[in-house]
């Protein structure tokens, strides 16, 4: 069974930074890629960043230059660096892991973390 813990959500204000992790129960060698999703009250789980296994990343385009994904094997963990917050990106945010097995895929998820932007 695969375990991911979200850490390091808070309440930042507008203009600063937070870094969330995600620590996998294993090694995280085995999921084709890893990321994080979020969701805002009243709104739908968007988009947030991914990494895959060779390190290639993908971000929503309202993250783009403000946030950086980026993982550490060695200790089974995802990281989502996030600069420049605005109060838009007050959200729970999700870590996620997709593993592939034979033909099957598995999606694994995180319990979230608050992060809140405000003044």
């Known amino acids: 069974q695969v375990q991911l813990v979200e850490s390091g959500g808070g309440l930042v204000q507008p203009g600063g930074s937070l870094r969330l992790s995600c620590a996998a129960s294993?090694?995280?060698?085995?999921?084709?890629?890893t990321g994080w999703y979020r969701q805002a009250p009243g709104k739908q789980r968007e988009l947030v960043a991914t990494?895959?296994?060779?390190?290639?990343?993908n971000y929503a385009n309202s993250m783009k230059g403000r946030f950086t994904i980026s993982r550490d094997n060695a200790k089974n963990t995802v990281y989502l660096q996030m600069n420049s917050l605005r109060p838009e990106d007050t959200a729970v945010y999700y870590c996620y892991a997709t593993e592939y097995r034979g033909a099957g895929r598995l999606d694994y998820w995180g319990q979230g973390t608050q992060v809140t932007v405000s003044s």
């Open positions: 990494i895959t296994i060779a390190e290639t990343t």
């Open positions: 294993g090694s995280i060698l085995r999921f084709a890629s």
